[in-house]
């Protein structure tokens, strides 16, 4: 990613993920593993490669926004899913204080902002929705879009245009289920990349 196809990544998480029984990690993540080529999983609406042998993280060339946290939420979260037997998501979506352990983890530097989103298409959601799309998403009323973000963690927002009274107002919700696949702070990881790869190549800088 980046300028170059792959990243490396902090040694404590490789080892993690490495501690873990991949056929296990691939099928409660939704994910593919094969021995000596590593896990391929959807992220976005991309497939990535992550590879514990070479201890790289891959993408598409055309996703190269926010390459650090993109590979930390894929390492965390496939090690989690080794660790655990999630349930199958809830297909219902909530606001991030209503996931078990958000009322105190979504705070501070912590908090799940659509601000940027609002500044680069308030004016203007449908703008925005195009380019979901374009990424993957699909269309969801009552939301401006629902995207599944990894195979089993669907994300939505909504977003209110200004007008002459109020400025626009956005909001995320995810599936009430995400804690079960991911820590919070990989869901929380999962809300900046999508963030990043939304917004137009000027203001993901």
Known sequence: ???????????ALWDDLESVDPKRAAANAGATHEAGKGYVIDFLGAPFVVDPDKRLVSGP????????????????????CGRTDPPDPAGRLV???EVPGGAMFFRGPHVVSAAPLEAS???????????????????????????R???????????YPEDEEFPAKG???????????MPLDAVWGCFNCATSELLPPAAAK
Do not use: I
């Not at 990613?1 to 040694?11: G, L, N, T, V």
């Not at 996703?63 to 979260?77: E, G, I, N, Q």
């Open 95 to 97: 606001g991030v204080m």
């Open 149 to 159: 973000v990894l195979p089993k963690v669907d994300m939505a927002l909504m977003l």
């Open 171 to 181: 909001s995320w919700l995810v599936d009430a289920h995400c804690h079960y696949y």
């Open 1 to 11: 990613m980046s300028d170059s196809p792959a990243m490396p990544f902090p040694r």
């Open 61 to 80: 060339p055309t996703r190269t926004r926010a390459d650090f946290a993109k590979a930390l939420v894929l390492v965390v979260h496939l090690a989690h």
């Open 121 to 147: 298409y308030g004016k203007d959601p449908s703008v925005l929705a195009a380019r979901a799309l374009e990424l993957g998403a699909r269309k969801l009323e009552p939301y401006l879009f629902a995207w």
